[in-house]
Every structure is written in C-alpha cells, then in structure tokens.
C-alpha cells in the first residue's frame, strides 16, 4: 500500500455502518448533486452522467459481475454505475480525476448502501501502476477523448483483469471491436486483440446521459484470452502495429522500413509467412506476431 500511496494523489477505503440502503440516482438526484458541488460537467473531462436506473442495472448485467468478483470502474463521477456496482454485491474500486468528485462520493455510498465497503483512487487513470486487491473485471463510463489508452493502459498494468466492459463514442467502439479488412480496423482493433475477444455488447441512447452527449455510445466487451508472448514481444508488435497504421494506405513494406529496415523488410515479412504487398488493415494480430517474432529473433 506505501507503494501505491507514492503514485496516486489519495486512497482510501470507506466502510459505513447504518440501518438504510438501496436504491439508484435519478436525473433529480444527479443535478441536486451537481449543484450541491457546484460541478457543472465538463467536455475536457468528459463529464456525461448517466441519470437512468434502468441502464446502469443494464449495464451491470452485461458485464456479468456479482459478489465473488472484484470491480474496477474509472470516472465514478457522481457515483451512479458505482451504486449498481455495489449493488450487484461486487467488491468495488474507482478510480477519480476529479477531487471534488472523490470527495464526495463517500456520503453518496453512505446514504445508499452504508453497510458496504468500497476503495475510492483519486488519480488520472493513466497515471496509475496497481491496484489494491487485483480487480478481476473493468466496468466504466469512459470518457470519449481517452477511452482507448485508459482501456489500453489498464490492461497491460492490471494482469488480473479478466472481463472489460466499457460505454464509449459509438465510433471508437466499432474500432475496438473491428475485425482485419474492415473500414473500422485500425492500431486499437489489434492492441486490443492482445488481450482478448471483443464484442459490442450493446448501445446506451443519448437521453440517458446529463448533459446529453453529441455523438451515440455503445457498450465494448472484453473476454480474457492468453496474451500469444510476453511483455517483451508485446512491445515489438505494438510498434510493429504503430508503423503499420501511420500511414493506412502504403503497403507494409513501407510503412514498416524505417522500422525494421528499409533493405531487409520484405525479407523478413516474407520470412514470417506474410506478403510485403499487403497493407496493415488485412494483418491479424496473429499476423503481427508472426513477424515480431521474424524481427526480434533476426
């Protein structure tokens, strides 16, 4: 815990005793909340709060967690999801960029679920290097501008993560989840193959959020596979992945020379079993494996 305490802001564990509890927030509970903390939601945070019980019950079925499993959300903001979190009797954490968020969502819990324990993080979640408790799935509302490296981040520093689901931008989504050769495939489509089979779970309609969002969401979902190499290898085809996708249109022999080498890339790509006239959008993640393993071995 020393550990932990050198590189997040504040961390503390909250257990309340007390004779009432349940119940979700409201669109009346989250502006009454707002106001109280003079909070008015901001697009740089990506501050969209889901006022519906309904699709944070929703939501917490999807992601399948209950008492046995141990959650990690990011941007509790105003504590709606944490409450279904809890609910759902999981053990909970989050993660809070917010002070003035993180403050407060202790007499939220209090007055809703008093009798439960949660571990509230105030930190940037990119910031963060462990968790206490290893949490077993990642279940947010994460903001649009930063879901993919916060997903992307979490995932390579928290091993114990072994379901993901997350609400972002419709089209980020679609990225994540896309399969090679379609129009939405991408760098985040196969970094995020490394640690799992993707899915969309789901769509969240705008007037469910305050305030009401420009753009549609839908649910991501991750189910744990084994990583094919380790942390090493990783790293080489997240490069590999990085150059492939910088420029889409240029075959991979030539989005990767500067990379590899401009007078040994096509041998090597041809060594891995691939064709250097390919682009990066037709490659698997298995494809980009192939030739980091071709690269580091050379």
């Given at each position: 815990?020393?550990?932990?305490?050198?590189?997040?802001?504040?961390?503390?564990?909250l257990c309340f005793v007390a004779d009432k509890a349940g119940g979700l927030?409201?669109?009346?509970?989250?502006?009454?909340?707002?106001?109280?903390?003079?909070?008015?939601?901001?697009?740089?945070?990506g501050q969209n709060f889901v006022h519906d019980a309904n699709t944070i019950r929703r939501i917490v079925s999807i992601a399948g967690v209950g008492e046995g499993d141990h959650v990690l959300e990011v941007g509790p903001g105003l504590g709606s999801l944490t409450l279904g979190l809890v609910e759902s009797g999981a053990q909970v954490s989050v993660i809070e960029i917010d002070p003035r968020l993180a403050a407060a969502l202790p007499d939220t819990l209090q007055k809703y679920f008093p009798d439960q324990q949660v571990s509230i993080i105030t930190a940037d979640a990119l910031a963060v290097t462990a968790v206490p408790g290893e949490p077993t799935a990642l279940v947010a509302n994460l903001p649009y501008n930063t879901s993919v490296p916060i997903t992307l981040h979490l995932l390579s520093t928290l091993p114990s993560l072994r379901t993901v689901l997350v609400m972002v931008q419709a089209e980020v989504a679609e990225r994540i989840a896309a399969t090679p050769g379609s129009k939405a495939y991408g760098s985040p489509s196969v970094k995020a193959r490394w640690y799992g089979a993707w899915s969309i779970a789901g769509s969240v309609p705008r007037q469910v959020f305050w305030p009401v969002p420009n753009v549609d969401s839908l649910l991501v979902k991750m189910e744990h596979t084994p990583a094919p190499g380790d942390e090493a290898l990783r790293r080489v085809v997240f490069d590999l992945v990085d150059h492939a996708f910088a420029t889409r249109r240029k075959m991979v022999r030539g989005a990767l020379a500067h990379y590899i080498g401009p007078e040994r890339v096509s041998d090597l790509i041809a060594a891995a079993g691939l064709s250097p006239e390919a682009r990066g959008e037709q490659w698997t993640l298995e494809d980009f494996v192939a030739l980091a393993r071709v690269v580091t071995s050379s």
């Open positions: 815990m020393g550990a932990l305490m050198t590189n997040l802001s504040a961390s503390w564990d927030l409201g669109a009346t509970e989250i502006r009454r909340l707002a106001e109280e903390l003079g909070v008015t939601p901001t697009k740089k945070l």
